[in-house]
């Protein structure tokens, strides 16, 4: 019998011996299917080992939570769970508060009153994408331009609910182009963003001027691609929380909140009610509002994919009291107005040009061969930055149809007058780039 219990106690040693090791072949296989599941893939094998080690990290935050039993809202292992807060906070957030002001409240652009919404006239609940005033969930990606994300929502949603038309705009022509006070991947405020729209008379479609997740040169000529316009925006007064239910139950409302809670970040389902600061720096859009077991919640559409939070929204509790409320979302709300008709649909953008069957150049350029095979095949093109331009037979240069006469000597181009006179004109253009 002594001998049994002694097998015995030292299996139990054994066993104790063997389960962290257990756990971690769990975690890795469980952070393997995680990974395949969102596409992510590491660049060396230390790298993925570190990002394991953020992922258990993470997985015991989650773990711990939700195991508590008493929270509105559960965490999940969502499309952030390989990142630290710190890393997490410095790509995901984007909402700039100047440092000298808490808060901003900018000078409204519209002295539109939505009190006029009276109390008896607010619904108990509502949902503006099942009015189709919502369109999908976007992915700012790791660019900090949540407030052109919040800005464009809250203007699609008012333009549909006007012209009844929805139509998906561009954040890319806020990031690239709205840049007096706005700062594109570096962020922004949602308030210059539609005074920007205000003082262009109209922003572009997402499908004319689509997002790339970066900063870039502003293309001037989609400026004047007027899609949707709007005519002023509202300011909503600091900390008023029946204000701001008067203002969704009339339309979407931008609204900067504080995002970098690691809660926040690993956010699953749920009425989320914090803990979290109230230090503003992202950027939602309140799309709707709603009750379950008796507590409140706002409807919140986000800007980080479908693959966080509930298909990309958050259930935020409402009315707790807190004059900020959760996560100082009644701190800074504004909403775009809208009384005038959009402007006339632009013509359509030229495609590009199209030099054979696998190369082009950009609209208003020429194809210019600058390889041919025996004279007869062209293998290589190359593009003239003029439309309709002359191609030089030394397949270098080209010019214009007003001076269409190649003078590759003295590097210019020209043109006749009359039966016998050439004038000179202009230098010759070089085709230096490459049909793609």
């Not at 090791?21 to 790298?47: M, N, P, V």
């Not at 109230?278 to 980080?304: C, E, Q, R």
Request: hydrophobic share 35%; with cysteine.
């Amino acid at each position: 019998m002594g001998g049994c219990s002694w097998l015995l106690s030292l299996f139990i040693i054994l066993l104790f011996l063997q389960l962290p090791a257990c756990k971690s072949s769990s975690i890795s296989d469980l952070f393997d299917s995680w990974c395949r599941e969102h596409g992510k893939s590491y660049s060396s094998e230390e790298e993925r080992e570190r990002r394991l080690r953020i992922f258990e990290e993470n997985y015991n935050i989650v773990t711990a939570h939700n195991g508590k039993g008493d929270s509105t809202f559960t965490l999940g292992l969502n499309v952030f769970a390989d990142l630290p807060n710190h890393e997490f906070r410095a790509k995901y957030l984007g909402l700039s508060v100047p440092a000298t002001d808490s808060v901003i409240r900018l000078r409204s652009e519209s002295d539109e009153d939505l009190s006029v919404v009276k109390d008896s006239d607010i619904p108990s609940s509502l949902d503006w994408r099942s009015k189709g005033a919502v369109t999908e969930v976007k992915d700012q990606g790791s660019c900090g331009a949540c407030w052109a994300f919040s800005a464009t929502g809250a203007m699609e949603g008012i333009n549909q609910i006007v012209t009844g038309s929805l139509v998906s705009l561009s954040e890319q022509e806020l990031v690239d182009c709205d840049t007096s006070y706005n700062d594109g991947c570096a962020g922004g405020v949602m308030d210059y963003a539609f005074q920007f729209v205000l003082k262009n008379k109209g922003i572009d479609s997402e499908k004319d001027y689509p997002y790339r997740g970066r900063d870039g040169r502003c293309v001037k000529n989609k400026l004047e691609r007027r899609i949707v316009s709007i005519d002023g925006y509202t300011d909503l007064p600091l900390w008023n929380e029946k204000k701001l239910l008067q203002a969704a139950a009339a339309q979407p409302v931008s609204v900067g909140i504080c995002g970098s809670d690691s809660a926040f970040q690993l956010y699953s389902r749920g009425i989320f009610s914090g803990p979290c600061s109230t230090a503003l720096d992202h950027a939602v859009l309140i799309v709707g509002y709603d009750s379950k077991d008796g507590t409140d919640y706002w409807i919140l559409k986000n800007s980080w994919g479908t693959q966080w939070g509930i298909d990309g929204y958050m259930h935020m509790a409402r009315n707790t009291g807190k004059a900020e409320g959760v996560c100082g979302i009644n701190t800074m709300a504004s909403y775009p107005i809208k009384t005038s008709p959009n402007p006339p649909t632009p013509p359509p953008t030229p495609g590009p040009t199209q030099c054979s069957i696998f190369t082009f150049c950009a609209p208003g350029e020429t194809c210019c061969c600058s390889w041919w095979l025996l004279g007869l095949l062209c293998m290589e093109w190359k593009c003239c930055a003029t439309e309709s331009a002359v191609c030089c037979k030394d397949n270098l240069h080209c010019c214009p149809q007003d001076y269409p006469i190649c003078d590759t000597k003295r590097n210019l181009c020209l043109r006749r007058v009359g039966n016998t006179t050439v004038a000179m004109g202009k230098q010759l253009g070089k085709k230096s780039v490459s049909a793609s």
